[in-house]
């Protein structure tokens, strides 16, 4: 399958009155800027527009315009359903069928794993966000944009590139920062809403977290069970981003962090530090994907068992990346 133009995509957008829009599962700052940032800029140009996404919502994007109109109408039958940052349609879970149920469908994404399942699909693995890519199409298309939509688009680069230090940090994530930036973009307000108001749930797993820290050939991991989230009264929510510190240890090649999110549902966030080892690769024969550096899957199971069955595959994939120097 191929790319269509942008501009091509911009005319449906233009032709067509209402849109429902979707995005992923596990919503991220890329899902959710996406999904709001191109909404918002369709509202602009008159059009209605509708937000779905997978219960439960993340509360840490409730700061974006826009927000409180997720999943707060009806799922009608709009004229385009518009599927972002999702590589197919079985990352919106239950939403799926109603999505497949439109007659024409754009798919907008920035996953390598893409399988171009819509009418019209643009998917650029290189693009260091999906935002990037609605930024571009708002451009292109010449669509309205204003400080809400460019702050939308900004959360999902933010978080995508890991504040900026990811192996997808390259000049074009900078350059559509600048360009967000001059659209209206906060980043200090961004970024302190994103990174600096943490419950005490959060700050707490944090600790249970770095406690449990191991290293195993030169995989760097640790876990969090679902007594540790029940004794804290945790949500989900409140388990994300810790990987993140897990993955500072600077001898480690590789960080996994288990989260048993539910009674034998574990999460689990993998995150690569060298260029040849592609997490994303491990991610897949659990049923997950992502990108090369930042990957996750879902395991349904004992903890510990599911632990040893991860662990043991990416020394596997370490072991191949040494020898392939």
Not at 34 to 52: A, D, H, T, W
Not at 61 to 78: C, E, M, S
Not at 211 to 220: G, T
């Amino acid at each position: 399958m191929k790319n269509h133009q942008l501009l091509e995509i911009g005319n449906v957008l233009k032709k067509y009155n209402s849109f429902a829009l979707f995005s992923h599962a596990n919503a991220d700052g890329d899902a959710f800027g996406s999904l709001l940032g191109l909404g918002m800029s369709l509202k602009l140009l008159g059009k209605e527009v509708s937000y779905f996404l997978p219960e439960p919502l993340p509360k840490g994007y409730a700061f974006l315009k826009d927000y409180d109109l997720i999943n707060a109408t009806r799922l009608n039958h709009n004229d385009v359903g518009i599927l972002l940052d999702s590589s197919d349609i079985g990352r919106i879970d239950q939403l799926s069928a109603h999505f497949k149920s439109f007659d024409v469908t754009i798919n907008i994404d920035h996953h390598v794993t893409n399988d171009y399942f819509a009418t019209y699909n643009y998917a650029d693995k290189d693009a260091p966000s999906t935002t990037c890519i609605i930024l571009k199409l708002i451009e292109d298309a010449q669509l309205p944009i204003n400080s809400d939509i460019s702050n939308a688009l900004y959360v999902g680069l933010l978080t995508d590139t890991g504040s900026f230090h990811y192996a997808n940090t390259t000049k074009s994530a900078f350059l559509t920062a600048t360009k967000l930036v001059k659209y209206g973009a906060d980043p200090s307000s961004v970024a302190k809403k994103i990174f600096e108001e943490e419950t005490l749930a959060h700050l707490k797993l944090i600790g249970i977290a770095l406690r449990r820290m191991s290293l195993r050939n030169k995989i760097v991991f640790s876990y969090i069970t679902y007594s540790d989230m029940k004794s804290l009264n945790a949500s989900e929510e409140d388990a994300e981003g810790i990987i993140n510190l897990v993955r500072k240890y600077k001898d480690a090649d590789v960080a996994i962090l288990f989260k048993e999110v539910d009674d034998k549902v574990i999460r689990v966030s993998l995150r690569s530090k060298r260029k040849n080892i592609n997490v994303q690769d491990i991610a897949v024969l659990f049923n997950g994907g992502g990108h090369a550096a930042a990957s996750g899957c879902t395991i349904h199971g004992d903890l510990h068992k599911a632990m040893e069955q991860l662990l043991s595959t990416a020394e596997i994939m370490i072991k191949d990346a040494d020898k392939n120097k």
